[in-house]
T-cell receptor
Framework: DGGITQSPKYLFRKEGQNVTLSCEQNLNHDAMYWYRQDPGQGLRLIYYSQIVNDFQKGDIAEGYSVSREKKESFPLTVTSAQKNPTAFYLC????????????FGPGTRLTVL | QKEVEQNSGPLSVPEGAIASLNCTYSDRGSQSFFWYRQYSGKSPELIMFIYSNGDKEDGRFTAQLNKASQYVSLLIRDSQPSDSATYLCAVNGNNFNKFYFGSGTKLNVKP
């Protein structure tokens, strides 16, 4: 089965800690994305990558970092510099070009204690 | 001005009725348009995409695109209680790989 997996499903962070959210896809998609969703709101783009070893900041990149060392993987680190990290984090992937609908993983719910 | 605007709702329709969801966008260069359904606590799932002006039908769903007026809509025929969810409109800007999402319209289908 092709798809996108995210882990963990739930994550609890203490103040001052860095945490890393995993995202893996086996759809052979070139592009991958990280979004943040707050209650009752839409999706806001954190980072995206169109090719291995390259990525761009989205609209709310401050306090986050990413890497894209493999086509299949796009982990997101939420650093201690992110002041309000409690949210639902969604990873997506797509082909590049016109035919590029995004498919989402199941999400990680991060809570700061 | 937001890139993509949707009425937050909730939109309430009786079972069996047609639900009409609307979305406007600001970037005239946008090339492709998507509708996602999101159940509470879950991730978005793709329902429809449309690239050309006019209508595109898939089962009970019809997407309508009017580039001149910069709006895209989703019609759900014979609405079912299982259609109750938040519907997100997404628009692909000039940069093909950057999507802009609306904040979603919550749909309630009453039995």
């Amino acid at each position: 089965d092709g798809g996108i997996t995210q882990s963990p499903k739930y994550l609890f962070r203490k103040e001052g800690q860095n945490v890393t959210l995993s995202c893996e896809q086996n759809l052979n998609h070139d592009a991958m994305y990280w979004y943040r969703q707050d209650p009752g709101q839409g999706l806001r783009l954190i980072y995206y990558s169109q090719i291995v070893n390259d990525f761009q900041k989205g609209d709310i990149a401050e306090g986050y970092s990413v890497s894209r060392e493999k086509k299949e993987s796009f982990p997101l680190t939420v650093t201690s510099a992110q002041k309000n990290p409690t949210a639902f984090y969604l990873c997506a992937s797509s082909r590049t070009g016109m035919d590029n609908e995004q498919f989402f993983g199941p999400g990680t719910r991060l809570t700061v204690l | 001005q937001k890139e993509v605007e949707q009425n937050s709702g909730p939109l309430s329709v009786p079972e069996g009725a047609i639900a009409s969801l609307n979305c406007t966008y600001s970037d005239r260069g946008s090339q492709s348009f998507f509708w996602y359904r999101q159940y509470s606590g879950k991730s978005p799932e793709l329902i429809m995409f449309i690239y050309s002006n006019g209508d595109k039908e898939d089962g009970r769903f019809t997407a309508q695109l009017n580039k001149a007026s910069q709006y895209v809509s989703l019609l759900i025929r014979d609405s079912q209680p299982s259609d109750s969810a938040t519907y997100l409109c997404a628009v692909n800007g000039n940069n093909f790989n950057k999507f802009y999402f609306g904040s979603g319209t919550k749909l309630n289908v009453k039995p």
